[in-house]
C-alpha cells in the first residue's frame, strides 16, 4: 500500500511517498481502508516540527473516511462497515490519515449514517465534531447571540451552519474587509472585522468561541457578556500560552478551551442527525490525490479560497 512518511520534520520535500506492507488486525485494532481525508495548517505544522510531543518518522494525518476492511470478531465492528475517525493519538502518537490503509483503534472508529460521496463525506471529521463541541461548551439556548472569531476557516464555516442550525444568532469574523460578504452569505447574521487583534464593533455576545488563540483571547473576553462563555480553541496565531495574563480579567465571564478528543459516538450520532436534517455543508474548495499530498498542504497555507481541502485515494470524478 501507499504511504506519505516523514522520516524528519521539515519543508514539503520531506513528505515521501513510500510502499509499506498492509496492516493486519488484531483484538484490539481493525484495519481501515482510508477513502478521503481532511487537510489542515496545523499538520503544517506538526511537518515542519512543531508539535513536540510526535516523533518521526511518522505517516500525519488527524482525520479520515472510509471502511472497515478488516477486522476480528468481538470488535463491535464489520467488514465494509461506513466509518470515520480522528484524534484519539491518530496521525501523531501513531500513524495516520496520509496512507491507503491505517491500523486503527476500535474504539476509535465511529460509525456513520451518511448516503454521499466519501470526498463529502470528508468535510465533516475533524472540522465539524471541533465546531460542533466548542458550540455545545457555551451552553447557549435558542436566540442567544454568538460569536465566531475566525469565521472563514473550515471550522468557522462549519460552525456557521451549525449554530443557525441549532437557533443561535451568529456573527462570525474576518480579518479580510473583502470577505465580509463572504461571511454573510455562508449564513452569518452579522460580519465583523477583525483588525489588528481588535473587533471592529462594540457589540457583547451571550458566548464567543475563538479560533485565532491566545493572541486575540482578552479582546474576545471583553466582548462576552456578564455570565457569558469565551471557548479558544484556535491556534491560527501559532501561540500556545498567553503572557501576563491576570483571572480578574475575567470577572463575572468563563474562559474554557474545548478540544476534539472529547467526544464519542453518541456526540457523532447527534451532529450527523443535525447535518442530515438540515442538510447542512461547507465549500469544499479543492480536491487532491494522495500523490499531490505536498501540494494539498500548499494549497491549505496560501488559503487561496475558503472551504475544505480533501485529499482522496480514489479517482478524482470530473466536475
Known amino acids: 500500500m501507499k504511504a506519505v512518511v516523514i522520516n524528519k520534520p521539515g519543508h514539503a520535500d520531506v513528505l515521501k511517498i513510500v510502499d509499506r506492507p498492509m496492516p493486519v488486525a488484531d483484538t ?42 478488516n477486522t476480528k470478531p468481538g470488535s463491535g465492528l464489520k467488514v465494509g462497515q461506513k466509518v470515520i475517525t480522528l484524534n484519539g493519538g491518530f496521525g501523531r502518537e501513531f500513524d ?19 448516503d454521499g460521496s466519501w470526498t463529502d463525506l470528508a468535510q465533516y471529521p475533524e472540522t465539524f465534531v ?23 476557516t473550515a471550522v468557522g ?21 473583502e470577505r465580509l460578504d463572504e461571511i454573510k452569505a455562508s449564513g452569518a447574521d452579522e460580519a465583523v472585522l477583525d483588525k489588528d487583534g481588535q473587533l471592529q464593533t462594540d457589540k457583547q455576545y451571550d458566548g464567543i468561541v475563538d479560533l485565532v488563540g ?6 474576545s473576553v471583553s466582548h462576552v457578556r456578564s455570565q457569558g462563555i469565551c471557548c479558544v480553541i484556535g491556534l491560527l496565531a501559532g501561540e ?9 480579567e475575567m470577572v463575572d465571564k468563563y474562559l474554557t478551551a474545548y478540544d476534539s478528543d472529547f467526544f464519542d459516538q453518541g456526540t457523532v450520532d447527534e451532529l450527523f442527525g ?18 499531490d499530498i505536498a501540494v494539498a498542504q500548499d494549497y491549505v497555507m496560501a488559503n487561496a479560497k475558503i472551504g475544505a481541502v480533501i ?4 479517482a478524482i470524478k470530473d466536475s
Open 130 to 152: 471541533t465546531a460542533f463541541g466548542s458550540i455545545k461548551s457555551l451552553h447557549l439556548s435558542a436566540d442567544d447571540s454568538m460569536l465566531i472569531r475566525g469565521g472563514t
Open 214 to 219: 491566545v493572541v486575540t483571547m482578552r479582546d
Open 96 to 114: 495516520g490519515s496520509e496512507q491507503e490503509y491505517a491500523l486503527v483503534p476500535n474504539k476509535q472508529l465511529y460509525t456513520v449514517d451518511y
Open 28 to 69: 484490539e485494532h481493525s484495519v481501515l481502508k482510508i477513502h478521503a481525508f481532511g487537510v489542515h495548517r496545523y499538520e503544517v505544522l506538526t511537518r515542519e516540527g512543531g508539535s513536540p510531543s510526535v516523533k518521526f518518522p511518522r505517516v500525519i494525518g488527524v482525520e479520515a473516511v472510509g471502511e472497515v476492511a
Open 157 to 177: 464555516l462549519a460552525m456557521i451552519k451549525l449554530a443557525k442550525a441549532m437557533g443561535l444568532k451568529v456573527a462570525a469574523t474576518t480579518r479580510k474587509p
Open 240 to 248: 500556545w500560552e498567553m503572557k501576563d495574563f491576570s483571572p480578574f
Open 274 to 291: 443535525l447535518i442530515r436534517e438540515h442538510n447542512i455543508t461547507i465549500p469544499i474548495a479543492k480536491v487532491f490525490t494522495l500523490d
Open 311 to 314: 485529499v482522496t485515494n480514489d
